[in-house]
């Protein structure tokens, strides 16, 4: 357990009790990087992100070769997750853009996935090759055959917010599709602000009208990128609707290949900060996964972008102490 004495503890009214992170980081946050990552690397960063108490932990992608070589590896590096998944209960989600993609990750045992859907036409289009309306029928068996092998089904949805070829998002668009994804037979919506231009008002509109077209907020998850520096404030917002699931990615890692003024995902040691100043539990030791995103750090050739990771290394704690 960490002895550090900062952030002090102070609680605000109306926010959950706990918050459970849906870390991002092997996957969404690796599947930019342009230098292929060893797969004994991947393994070992799942393994020290659940060793930190990261519950949630979305491994790889089973989409095909061709689109995201980073991600080629999936056969290799899933069988090596075996004892990750008893460190503390861990589920092992994985992407599955089709049937063939869900053939191969129930192959291998996966018993968590997620699709991937978007709010605009454009953006379907560049990333699917498809129509909103045809992606959409393109994941109805895939979700239909998860339910029946008793697999967990996210839902993401992209650019909720704001598209780089479509601009603002209309609300009533991107409810009409969530609402869409979730008659499919999705346990969870995750709200993804591809971007990173999302505001706090315009998160509580969206979350409002999900509520008010029947999306619980219980099964709703926010997806934030800090192109903006807002993803902290708009989790802030979620949280006060109520909310209490969170995507990060350890280090701030990510972006998105098929949209390239997306810019890395909120930091996972950034969000926990936040957390664990406001009383919140994540169950998450903030010291042990800073420790592991340096380490990756060094692995990539290149400072991690998280403000907190930066504070809390050892270089940083000593130029402090010179100054």
Known sequence: MTTRALPMKVPAPGLPARVRIHEVGARD??????????????????????????????????????????????????????????????????????????????????????????????????NLNRTVEGSLAMFAPVVARARAEKVRVRGYLSMC?????????????????????????????????????????????????????????AAIGVHFHDTYGQALSNTLAALQHGVTTVDASAGGLGGCPYAKSAT???????????????????????????ATSIWLAGQLGRPSPSRTVRALSPSSSSASHKE
């Open 29 to 126: 946050g690796l599947q930019n990087e342009k230098g292929v990552v060893p797969t004994e690397v991947k393994a070992e960063f799942i393994r020290r992100l659940a060793v930190a108490g990261l519950t949630t932990i979305e491994a790889t992608s089973f989409v095909h070769p061709k689109w995201v070589p980073q991600l080629a590896d999936a056969e290799q590096l899933f069988p090596l997750l075996g004892e990750v998944a008893d460190i503390g209960d861990v589920t092992l989600p994985v992407l599955v853009p089709n049937e063939r993609g869900l053939d191969r990750a129930l192959a291998l045992g996966a018993r968590s996935i997620a699709v991937f859907g978007s709010a605009t036409e454009t953006f379907a289009a560049r």
């Open 161 to 217: 917010f704001g598209d780089p070829w479509e601009g603002a998002v209309p609300v009533a668009q991107v409810v009409g599709v969530a609402k869409s994804l979730m008659e499919l037979g999705c346990d969870e919506l995750s709200l993804g602000d591809t971007i990173g231009v999302a505001t706090p008002g315009h998160v509580t509109a969206l979350l409002t009208a999900l509520n008010e077209a029947g999306v619980a907020t």
């Open 264 to 290: 890395g995902n909120l930091a996972t040691e950034d969000l926990v900060w936040m957390l664990d100043g406001l009383g919140i539990e994540t169950g998450v030791d903030l010291d042990e996964l800073a």
